[in-house]
């Protein structure tokens, strides 16, 4: 067996997202066109924090530290959206759609409500791929928008959507954060 390469990892990447219902992660069938929903500026940051609880005799000869929970949290600054895309990023919100004709144009829009209301769970993904290898490292996680929405319009300066999702259990075991880096194919 081969060692592996390590590989230096740069921050772009691309952001895919939808609905979640149930089960586990699959990066296959989130990662494609139809679910994409732009390009990162400024990378992607995921922070994985277990709490963890010490038990320590009173002498010192024992002690043992145990994972008791943890969270994970994935940030982005997305470049890259359309109002569609962006509302499969809220956790709250709905989308219209008035489709144009030969005389008018058509209009998108997104409604987001201030009522109580449970949030929408994701199945997000970021991608990176290797410039030199083509290979691509996963970071997915099931979760629920919870940073704010701030669109700003400056004439010097991009909009950026600054995105914060929290990663919650799939249902089907207590995974929270999925990390996955493909490896070159075998020789023949």
């Known amino acids: 067996m081969a060692a592996e390469k390590e590989r230096v990892v740069m921050g772009a990447g691309k952001w895919y997202s939808k609905a979640w219902d149930s089960g586990a992660i699959d990066f296959e069938t989130l990662c494609v066109d139809d679910n994409l929903i732009g390009y990162t500026q400024g990378g992607a940051e995921v922070t994985y924090t277990p709490e963890t609880y010490t038990i320590e005799d009173d002498i010192g000869m024992v002690r043992r530290t145990f994972q008791v929970k943890a969270d994970a949290e994935m940030k982005t600054g997305l470049l890259t959206f359309t109002i569609k895309s962006l ?25 987001l409500t201030g009522g109580k209301s449970a949030l929408k ?22 979760c629920t928008n919870i ?22 259990s799939n249902g089907v075991d207590t995974t929270i954060l999925t990390i996955a880096e493909e490896t070159a194919k075998t020789a023949a």
């Open 121 to 142: 769970r994701f199945f997000v993904a970021f991608v990176y791929e290797d410039e030199d290898t083509g290979l691509k490292t996963y970071v997915g996680m099931v």
């Open 87 to 111: 509302a499969t990023l809220l956790s709250v919100g709905a989308v219209t759609e008035k489709a144009a004709t030969t005389s008018a144009t058509g209009l998108v829009t997104l409604k």
């Open 147 to 168: 940073a704010p929405l701030t669109l700003s319009f400056m004439k010097d300066k991009e909009t950026v959507v600054d995105l914060t999702f929290n990663g919650e």
